[in-house]
Antibody, heavy 122, light 106 residues
Framework: QVQLVESGGGVVQPGRSLRLSCAASGFTFSSFGMHWVRQAPGKGLEWVAVIWYDGTNKYYADSVKGRFTISRDNSRNTLYLQMNSLRAEDTAVYYC???????????????WGQGALVTVSS | DIQMTQSPPSLSASVGDRVVITCRASQSISSYLNWYQQMPGKAPKLLIHSASSLLSGVPTRFSGSGSGTDFTLTISSLQPEDFAAYYCQQTHSTPTFGQGTKVEIK
């Protein structure tokens, strides 16, 4: 069955960096686009970034552009989110999710991981 | 960026009620609209994609409609397990979510 497992969350000081990983199993990882979505405590969902199945295209929310980098290693079935220059407002649960694209657009998210909590605090 | 305005932010309803949640896009998104359900402390779960396509395994009391800028999620007869938060998401351009609707027990 499809499984997505995030890791790498924790407490980090403002201005520092952290890298999240998302280990995928149960499907052909290299055939699917992948997204990161976050949710601040008590708040709604915020889309963060997407990477195409082959890594050729990457897009970011304005709130993280220039600070976060999405990447993937299809040989390891793993998705990454490198987060630099972290701010207090980046505190959230970060979810990775698999994407299905139909006839263009950015796809819908059919499987989600359980989430990894990132807390940015001094 | 395309803004998604979801309403109402919250609602109280009873088991068996018909519930309608609306989502409006700031510009046309064709049918690139998805609906998710989120239980407290859990990851979101896809219910409907492409405005009206029900995901396999999702109860048929859930339905979606609309195109262009105006969309609705309807729960025809609310069940106890449906009390949750619901989010719309556009994927016509870089994705954005609506603010969410919390469905509570009356």
């Amino acid at each position: 069955q499809v499984q997505l497992v995030e890791s790498g969350g924790g407490v980090v000081q403002p201005g520092r960096s952290l890298r999240l990983s998302c280990a995928a199993s149960g499907f052909t990882f290299s055939s699917f686009g992948m997204h990161w979505v976050r949710q601040a405590p008590g708040k709604g969902l915020e889309w963060v970034a997407v990477i195409w199945y082959d890594g050729t295209n990457k897009y970011y929310a304005d709130s993280v552009k220039g600070r976060f980098t999405i990447s993937r290693d299809n040989s390891r079935n793993t998705l990454y989110l490198q987060m630099n220059s972290l701010r207090a407002e980046d505190t959230a649960v970060y979810y990775c999710a698999r994407s299905i694209r139909l006839r263009g657009g950015y796809g819908y998210l059919d499987y989600w991981g359980q989430g990894a909590l990132v807390t940015v605090s001094s | 960026d395309i803004q998604m305005t979801q309403s109402p932010p919250s609602l109280s309803a009873s088991v068996g009620d018909r519930v309608v949640i609306t989502c409006r896009a700031s510009q046309s998104i064709s049918s690139y609209l998805n609906w998710y359900q989120q239980m407290p402390g859990k990851a979101p779960k896809l219910l409907i994609h492409s405005a009206s396509s029900l995901l396999s395994g999702v109860p048929t009391r859930f339905s979606g409609s609309g195109s262009g800028t105006d969309f609705t999620l309807t729960i025809s007869s609310l069940q106890p397990e449906d009390f949750a938060a619901y989010y719309c998401q556009q994927t016509h351009s870089t994705p954005t979510f609506g603010q969410g609707t919390k469905v509570e027990i009356k």
